[in-house]
C-alpha cells in the first residue's frame, strides 16, 4: 500500500478480513477502519457488495455511465475491495490464507453458510487461534429461529420498533434509514475492539454472535424498561414522548420547532421565553409526571402560543432561556448546519473512475490523540485484488494471472 495512504490511529497494525455485505457488517468494519485498521474488503467477481446495485441514485463514471450506487458509498471507504469467488476452491483458499493472517473477520452469511468452504470460525481458529470472528445474522447462531434470514425491515417489525414509531391511530412505521442494522454494526464493533483486548492479552480469539432481533430487544431501552415495571404495553404517540413533556414538535409562523424539555426548571423557562410565565406555575403542570398526565391540554396551549413566530425566532428567543430546541432540518439543511461545516461533517474523496468526488458524513467519533482518517473513498470492485494477494501472500505475478484467467479473482 502507498505510503500517505498507510493507516495511523489506534487500530493501525490491525488487519480486518470483511466478508460481509450489504450494511450492518460493512458498517462495523468501516468504524474500524476509520480509526485505522488496514480493512480488505472481499466481493463477489463480477457482482460486489449487493449495495453496489442498489440505486438509483447511481455515481457515474468519467465515459457517464452508471457506477456504483450512492448506497454503496455510506459504509465502505478507508477499504481494500479484493474480488474472489470463495464457491470455488481455490478462492476458498485464498480467502483462508488470508485469515490466517488477520486479527480479526467479520461475516454475515446464514448459520453455516461457510462452514462447506472452510471458512466457519472451527475452522479458521484451527489455523489463526488469535482470530476474532464476528458474525452478524438475524437471529444468532442459536434458537429455533437461527436458521431464519433476517432483514433490517422485519426485524424492526418482530423487535418491536414499529409498533412504537408512528401517530397513535396510525399504521405502525419503520424508522427512515436502517437503524437495527446500524445498531449491529455499532455493537458489532465494540464486541471486536473487547475481543481484540482480550486476543492481545491472552492469545486467545473467539466467535462473537451479533443478533439483529436481540440488537433491536436492546434497542427498546426505555420502551422496554417501561414495559417491565408497569406491565403496561408501550404504544404509538406519534412524535410525543412516553416519560416526558413537553418533548415534542411544536407548530411555528413558518414551520415547526422541537422543543426537548427535562426537567421542571426547563419547563419554567420554557414558559416565562414564550411570554406566559403563569403557565410554568400552573399546579397541574408542575412536574414532568403531572405534565405527561395532562400532555393534551398542555400541548394545546403551548401550540396556540408558538404559531406566534417564525422558528428561527423562537430558536433565538429559547436558546437564550437555555430550552433545548432546534428545527426540523430536511437532509440537504443537515449539512449546510453552522455547526457541521465548522466541525467537518463531510468527507470529500476522489476516485479516479469516478466523474465527481464521493462525498461521506464523517465519522462522529473524534479522538483528541488518535482521530480518526480518511485515507482512501469506497472502492470499485476488485480494485485492490492484485496488490493484496501479492502484499498479504505473496502470490507471483503469474499465480494471479492464472487465477484470473480461471476467473477465481
Known amino acids: 500500500m502507498d505510503s500517505e495512504k498507510r493507516a495511523s490511529g489506534p487500530l493501525a497494525g490491525v488487519t480486518v478480513l470483511d466478508l460481509s455485505r450489504v450494511l450492518a457488517g460493512p458498517w462495523a468494519t468501516q468504524a474500524l477502519a476509520d480509526l485505522g485498521a488496514e480493512v480488505i474488503k472481499v466481493e463477489r467477481p463480477g457482482a460486489g457488495d449487493d449495495t453496489r446495485h442498489w440505486g438509483p441514485p447511481f455515481a457515474t463514471g468519467e465515459d457517464g455511465a ?27 483458499e485464498l480467502v483462508r490464507r488470508l485469515a490466517a493472517k488477520a486479527d480479526v473477520l467479520v461475516e454475515n452469511f446464514k448459520v453455516g453458510g461457510l462452514e462447506k468452504y472452510g471458512l466457519d470460525f472451527e475452522s479458521l481458529r484451527e489455523l489463526n487461534p488469535r482470530l476474532v470472528y464476528c458474525s452478524i445474522t438475524g437471529f444468532g447462531q442459536t434458537g429455533p429461529y437461527a436458521g431464519r434470514a433476517g432483514y433490517d425491515y422485519m426485524i424492526q417489525a418482530m423487535g418491536g420498533l414499529m409498533s412504537i414509531t408512528g401517530e397513535a391511530d396510525g399504521e405502525p412505521m419503520k424508522a427512515g434509514v436502517a437503524v437495527v442494522d446500524l445498531f449491529a454494526g455499532l455493537y458489532a464493533s465494540n464486541a471486536i475492539l473487547a475481543a481484540l483486548l482480550h486476543a492481545r492479552a491472552t492469545g486467545e480469539g473467539q466467535q462473537i454472535d ?35 413533556a413537553p418533548y415534542q414538535p411544536l407548530p411555528t409562523a413558518d414551520g415547526a420547532l422541537v422543543v426537548a424539555v427535562g426537567n421542571d426548571g426547563q419547563f419554567r423557562a420554557l414558559c416565562g421565553a414564550l411570554g406566559e410565565r403563569a403557565l410554568g406555575e400552573d399546579a397541574r403542570f408542575a412536574t414532568n409526571a403531572l405534565r405527561v398526565e395532562h400532555r393534551g391540554e398542555l400541548t394545546e396551549r403551548l401550540r396556540r402560543l408558538t404559531t ?23 437532509v440537504e439543511e443537515v449539512f449546510a448546519e453552522p455547526q457541521g461545516l465548522a466541525r467537518g461533517l ?23 490523540a488518535t482521530p480518526a482518517s480518511y485515507r482512501t473513498p469506497p472502492p470499485s470492485l476488485g480494485a485492490d485484488t492484485e496488490a493484496v494477494l501479492s502484499e498479504q501472500l505473496q502470490l507471483p505475478e503469474a499465480r494471479v494471472l492464472e487465477l484470473k484467467r480461471k476467473k477465481v479473482i
Request: charged share 20%; hydrophobic share 45%.
Open 66 to 92: 452508471a457506477s456504483d450506487a450512492a448506497y454503496f458509498f455510506c459504509a465502505n471507504r478507508n477499504k481494500r475491495s479484493v474480488s474472489i469467488d470463495i464457491a470455488r476452491p481455490e478462492g476458498a
Open 210 to 244: 451479533i443478533a439483529l432481533f436481540e440488537v433491536q430487544a436492546a434497542m427498546l431501552a426505555n420502551q422496554a424498561s417501561n414495559w417491565f415495571v408497569s406491565g403496561e404495553v408501550p404504544r404509538r404517540l406519534g412524535n410525543a414522548h412516553p416519560n416526558l
Open 308 to 330: 406566534a413566530r417564525t422558528t428561527a425566532e423562537w430558536i433565538e428567543v429559547l436558546e437564550g432561556a437555555g430550552v433545548p430546541c432546534g428545527p426540523v432540518n430536511t
Open 346 to 368: 463531510v468527507v470529500e474523496q476522489t476516485r479516479a473512475d469516478l466523474d465527481a468526488p464521493v462525498r461521506t458524513v464523517a465519522s462522529p467519533m473524534r479522538l483528541s
